[in-house]
């Protein structure tokens, strides 16, 4: 797809959202997209490659969260992948920190190239479990929104995202069209400081396919027990 077709095509997406973006905000969308494409041939990033689906179901599909992000915010996308909805989210809310953690240092070296090529500042990648950088007073607990895209079960991904945002702050989960782990992750919830603020369902733009996001609340400092030792969360969730 040239850059033509692109910028027509990504801007009108846009337009059922409300965002209206700049020429260069849609140039750095396109240096993505085609990084991300070339970076697929080494290293395996998204199943999915072609240009209008990837500005779809990655691009519009990480900024369906962006009116829940305000100037000046400090951001931490967990198990971001290929940079999503982090990067996206960072490109049109220039004026927010973003931190972008995974535990594959491929990932990593691809997302820093992608900073690079974009010239976006006040955006870090970090190789880690979540499990353990929660245990580093510098992010523990000093995030206003955590946000994560289809990483794992609700009360698994919990144990991995509450641990960093700050009393007050918020927890983004970004779920798929079944959301019946909702009501199994009701104790982690409450365990992890929590409290359930609004289950939102929407429908990608042009398409049929149904997402939720489920905005959680952090209301009390979680105890030091948590996050549990690298693994555990998975193999022994809070039930």
Known sequence: ?????FKNLLKEELKNLSIDISDV???QFYTYMNLL???NKKINLTAITEANEIITKHFIDSLIISKYLQEGKNVMDIGTGAGFPGIPLKIINNNIHIDLVDSLNKRITFLNEVITKLELNDINAIHSRAEDLARIVKYRENYDIVVSRAVAR?????EYMMPFVKVGGYCICMKGSNIEELEEAKKAIDILGGKIEKVEEINLPNTDIKRHNIIIKKVKNISKEYPR???IPSKNPII
């Open 229 to 231: 030792k690298a693994g």
């Open 154 to 158: 609700l009360n698994i991904l919990l």
């Open 25 to 27: 905000q849609v140039k």
């Open 37 to 39: 494409v070339e970076w």
């Open 1 to 5: 797809m040239d850059f033509e077709q």
